[in-house]
């Protein structure tokens, strides 16, 4: 049986409340600001003795002095005298707890005055009502880490009806950048998250934006995990590995030669799918790139027009001067010359209503997109995409978006995450449940300025996402800087240490002094989780991620150097046909413009045929090479004979 470390009291000033308590400990007791304690009644309530959790908040030193001119006095003045003192001071602790659960709940009333006790493993599941979830052949518990305090280690576990949905959903965690491990948390959580989440609630995959430097570059890599590290992933029953299932989505630099991420590395290429979308994947997104200012209501009328009436169909009117089916942005751009010419002919102003000034800006605007997202965006109307429809369970899709402007980023975000919205409502993603990580939400989702397509994705997901299927993991430096709504909406809220201006800002007045204090000082690997079956903040230790970090995988696997064309074909067909060499690209190539070789290559990576030398070699157009007539024989001069008399 635990030993009693301290007692319930109550004074006049600092009486106990339903919702809160104070006791005092011995000087040496192993309690401080987050520590979770018992409290046993001393009187029955209904036949009941009662059972009362709290989790400390906040400290108080006393000893029985009026004032510290006394203990000066008592000293002549002199800090080394204090050791000839005749008596020491008597010296208590004083804390106070916040009520966490009361057994039985009703009726509710002031905590009584009773004995504490520091909480052991199954208390800390009562006080944190763990226990209606972690039920023996219906447990929903996702372990986020472990609580530690006093000798005790206690599992926390996030249910995962409340984290994935349907009751609740969403998390979103805060923290400064580098010393918060925001990244490293996420990492942790979905391997937990795959490793625990129950069979019977379906597959579960994650989508996660890299948006800044390597971050997200390695995690098929295994990393460093420290002895410390392989305990608590035993306590938290994880493998310490890499995940086994992992794909890499990035476009083509501007010249579209190398493909635009941190794992451009040969040696990494393997996993890594082009992202090239053309004129109709993203025609449905014009919005995110035009700006409102500049596109009024007769441009977006346009826009609607050729997206319904042009684009893949073929298109006549009696002005034009020939039929035309528009796939890509060349064609458009055909289109629109064609029109226009049409237009000036006739000496007209307007066409099918709309106006010739109109047409010309919109053609303005469309033909740009193809320049400002280079890369991502094809004038040939070729398409690589993630693999909407047959998502895989336990597989993390990352899209790197690291190195692109913003206006492509945009443009990633809002058609990816509306796809995957549409194939959900329609139940045919591949999977059931899908995590969206996003980093970075003070860019993406701030709490002022102009609202953008990108800010509305994200407050429809945090809004209405949990329904689908659709959870949003988000992260930030400033939580108070985001979307009240996104933040709002979250369930479950993670925190890693906090900078002190952030601290002071209203969200964080619920806070006791302490537990600020404590948030800013908090060691990498520390967080502070609310979670709507908490009634109060709990502080957890996780393990260090088992995945290669950014900074270590860009050390191991730089990125490699701008190459030639030849050079990039080659690294481009190598992991689909190790055989292929260098003298063969440049065979085949040789008498090909750099567009014709650039799109016989993403033909073949989408394809990814058996025979990959005939599939690229299929994909030119034949050229007969010229050859020089022969020239006639001239016939030999016969010889005279011997006896011709005019012979020489």
């Known amino acids: 049986m635990s030993t009693a470390l301290g007692r319930v009291v109550a004074t006049e000033r600092k009486p106990n409340t339903p919702h809160e308590f104070h006791f005092w400990t011995a000087i040496d007791s192993p309690v401080g600001i987050g520590t979770i304690v018992r409290v046993e009644g001393s009187q029955p309530i209904d036949g009941h003795i009662p059972h009362i959790y709290g989790i400390v908040v906040e400290g108080f030193s006393y000893t029985d002095l009026q004032s510290p001119m006394h203990d000066v006095l008592g000293h002549d003045g002199l800090p080394t005298t204090a050791g000839y003192a005749p008596s020491e001071r008597a010296e208590i602790r004083l804390y106070t707890a916040a009520v966490l659960r009361q057994i ?78 925001k990244t490293s948390a996420v990492e942790w959580l979905l391997a937990s998250l795959f490793t625990h989440f129950p069979d019977e609630k379906g597959s579960i995959a994650a989508v996660a934006f890299n948006v800044k430097g390597p971050d997200l570059c390695y995690l098929d890599q295994p990393g460093k995990v420290e002895d410390s590290d392989k305990a608590l992933y035993e306590k938290l029953r994880v493998d310490p590995k890499p995940f086994p299932q992992v794909e890499y989505f990035a476009p083509y630099t501007a010249k579209g030669l190398s493909l635009n991420t941190f794992r451009n590395n040969e040696a990494l290429l393997d996993k890594v799918t082009p992202l090239t979308w053309g004129l109709r994947e993203v025609l449905q997104f014009a919005e995110v790139l035009l700006n409102k200012d500049d596109v009024d209501a007769k441009a977006d009328a346009l826009i609607d027009f050729i997206r319904e009436q042009v684009v893949d169909k073929e298109f006549s009117d009696p002005m034009l001067s020939k039929k035309h089916k528009v796939q890509s942005f060349a064609d458009l751009d055909a289109w629109f010359r064609d029109v226009l010419q049409g237009m000036e002919k006739k000496d007209g102003e307007s066409w099918r209503t709309h106006h010739v000034a109109t047409i010309r800006k919109v053609r303005n605007r469309l033909s740009n997109i193809s320049t400002r997202c280079a890369g991502l965006v094809t004038n040939t109307g070729e398409v690589s995409d993630l693999p909407f429809g047959s998502f895989t369970d336990r597989t993390v899709y990352v899209v790197d978006v690291a190195n692109l402007e913003e206006d492509a980023q945009d443009l990633i975000f809002a058609r990816i995450v509306s796809k995957l919205r549409e194939h959900l409502e329609r139940r045919d993603l591949g999977v059931k449940h899908l995590v969206v990580f996003v980093d970075e939400l003070n860019k993406y989702a701030p709490g002022d300025g102009q609202d953008t397509y990108v800010r509305k994705m994200l407050l429809d997901i945090a809004e209405r996402g949990r329904y689908l299927g659709l959870v949003l993991f988000s992260a930030q430096q400033f939580r108070s800087q985001v979307h009240r709504r996104v933040v709002g909406n979250s369930g479950t809220s993670l925190f ?90 440049q065979e085949i190539t040789a008498l090909y413009t750099e567009d014709e070789i650039i799109r016989a290559r993403n033909a073949t990576l989408l394809a990814r045929p058996e025979n990959v030398r005939a599939y690229f070699t299929a994909q030119f157009r034949k050229i007969i090479p010229a050859q020089t007539p022969a020239r006639p024989m001239a016939a030999s001069i016969k010889s005279a004979p011997e006896n011709d008399p005019y012979g020489f």
Request: hydrophobic content about 40%; proline content about 10%; overall charge negative.
């Open 496 to 585: 890693g240490r906090m900078d002190a201006d952030e601290l002071a800002t209203p969200g964080y007045a619920v806070l006791s002094p302490a537990t600020r204090t404590k948030l800013a000082t908090l060691e990498k690997g520390q967080l502070m989780i609310r979670h709507p079956h908490f009634t109060q903040p709990i502080f957890v230790r996780f393990p260090r991620p088992s995945v290669m970090q950014g900074r270590e995988g860009a050390e191991r696997y730089p990125q490699s150097a701008d190459v030639s064309l030849d050079a990039a074909i080659l690294r481009a067909l190598r992991p689909l046909d190790p055989t292929i060499t260098l003298p063969w690209v």
């Open 104 to 181: 039985p709940e009703e009726p509710l009333q002031p905590v009584p005055m009773g004995q504490v006790f520091l909480a052991e493993e199954a208390d800390v599941q009562i006080a944190l009502r763990m226990d209606s979830y972690l039920k023996e052949g219906a447990s929903t518990g996702i372990p986020v880490g472990v609580y530690r305090a006093g000798g005790t280690e206690a599992v926390i576990y996030l249910d995962a009806d409340f984290l994935l949905g349907p009751e609740a959903a969403h998390l979103n965690i805060t923290g400064v950048s580098g010393l918060a491990t």
